[in-house]
């Protein structure tokens, strides 16, 4: 990972957990930045590596600040946590200026930075002490609402400033708690899990205005070399799936989508609190639920919606180029060798298309065209 991707993911691991000091992380994040860019261009690879070990020391013991990460909002508000991190970064200014003297009035302009969080997080303990005790609502009760209404980034915006309700988000979904003043920002915190396993998954703490491009940065670390993933949502519309009773498929997400627009745009959503996720997937999603996963093909591919043992799940399956074959027989013996395909039906009108040559012809790259039902496992020998 070269010098400025590392400052970039340093930078927004530190954004993540980050309630107290605001103004004064934007200031020497912009400052870090530049230094890492200009080292880029002068191409002194020695002081890369020192400004990235540098960086990589400020980020750690910023992070580690409030120890073991909070659970309420009374502990992430913790005055002698922006103390400390306010001391961490006068020391991360000071490493600064080994690569580069300050601009005049920089001292000035970072306490400047500092007596504006300082007011920020007195202007949020006095809001928090007039809320009480519905200000610290654990992530553990859920509040869940039947209405299907549909509401856009903007009217949820509209949504948590006249409530005082800031969406947290666990599980691709929205959750909520009554700190709106005591974050920066509305954050979504999301789990993808890769489409082949979809037993695992990742979790990243993303903004409302985040794309799935900004994703992509999230998910590589910033990191130009490594491969780049598509992201698939999980939806309900019995008008998009005619062939099972679920009305489950599944829709690549455009680069440019925000993360949000996303989400809100479920057909049923539920918006409920859930307790912290342990690192293993969730069993008994509730229907209508968003949920994402990564795909990683270099060709052009469709996702099937695939049935087993009365369970749904997505599938990538890749489109040959070379060596065509009916849909049915393809699928079988380049996905699941292992079992028979007992169905290949179209998804918008249920029709059977075992026989359909399976090229990209008449299925269109990026698409959930088919649904496959898997049925006998083939004996090995």
């Known amino acids: 990972m070269g010098v400025q991707a590392m400052v970039k993911s340093a930078i927004v691991s530190m954004e993540r957990v980050n309630a107290t000091n605001v103004a004064a992380l934007e200031k020497w994040s912009k400052r870090a ?15 890369e590596r020192e400004l990235q070990i540098g960086v990589q020391n400020v980020a750690r013991l910023f992070i580690e600040a409030s120890g073991t990460p909070a659970d309420n909002i009374f ?5 002698n946590v922006q103390k400390r991190r306010e001391e961490i970064l006068i020391d991360g ?29 007195a202007s949020s303990l006095e809001g928090l002490s007039t809320i009480g005790d519905m200000a610290v609502l654990e992530i553990n009760e859920r509040v869940a609402t039947e209405d299907p209404t549909y509401y856009s980034v903007d009217s949820l915006h509209q949504l948590m400033s006249s ?4 969406p947290v988000g666990v599980g691709g979904f929205i959750c909520f708690r009554m700190v709106d003043e005591m974050t920066a920002e509305p954050k979504i915190l999301l ?3 890769d489409m082949n396993t979809a037993s695992e998954f990742d979790r990243y703490e993303v903004s409302f205005d985040d794309t799935f491009s900004d994703l992509v940065d999230f998910y590589t670390q910033f990191d130009n070399t490594a491969p780049i993933p598509d992201f698939w949502g999980r939806r309900v519309d019995p008008t998009r799936n005619k062939a099972t009773e679920s009305g489950v498929w599944w829709e690549w997400q455009m680069p440019k989508k925000r993360i949000a627009d996303a989400i809100m745009e479920n057909r049923q959503p539920r918006l409920h609190v859930s307790k912290r996720s342990t690192g293993k997937q ?20 469709i996702v099937a919606l695939v049935g087993s043992e009365g369970k749904e799940r997505g599938a990538p399956v890749c489109i040959p180029r070379r060596e065509r074959q009916p849909a049915a027989a393809y ?13 290949v039906l179209h998804m918008e009108d249920g029709s059977d298309i075992s026989e359909v040559i399976f090229d990209n012809r008449n ?3 990026k698409t959930n065209p088919l649904y496959v039902e898997l049925g006998a496992e083939l004996d090995d020998g």
């Open 93 to 121: 200014e000071k490493l600064l200026d080994s690569f580069q003297p300050p601009s005049t009035g920089r001292l000035d302009a970072v306490h400047a930075a500092m007596k504006e969080d300082a007011e920020d997080l």
């Open 75 to 79: 502990t992430r508000l913790e005055p």
């Open 33 to 47: 930045t530049r230094i890492a860019k200009e080292l880029v261009r002068t191409g002194d690879s020695s002081r």
């Open 163 to 166: 409530s005082g309700i800031l």
């Open 282 to 301: 969730r069993e008994g999603k509730e229907k209508g639920e968003f949920e994402l996963r990564s795909v990683f093909e270099e060709g052009e591919y």
């Open 191 to 193: 789990e993808v899990s």
């Open 363 to 365: 299925f269109d790259h």
């Open 331 to 343: 699928i079988q013996e380049a996905i699941f060798p292992n079992h028979t395909v007992s169905k």
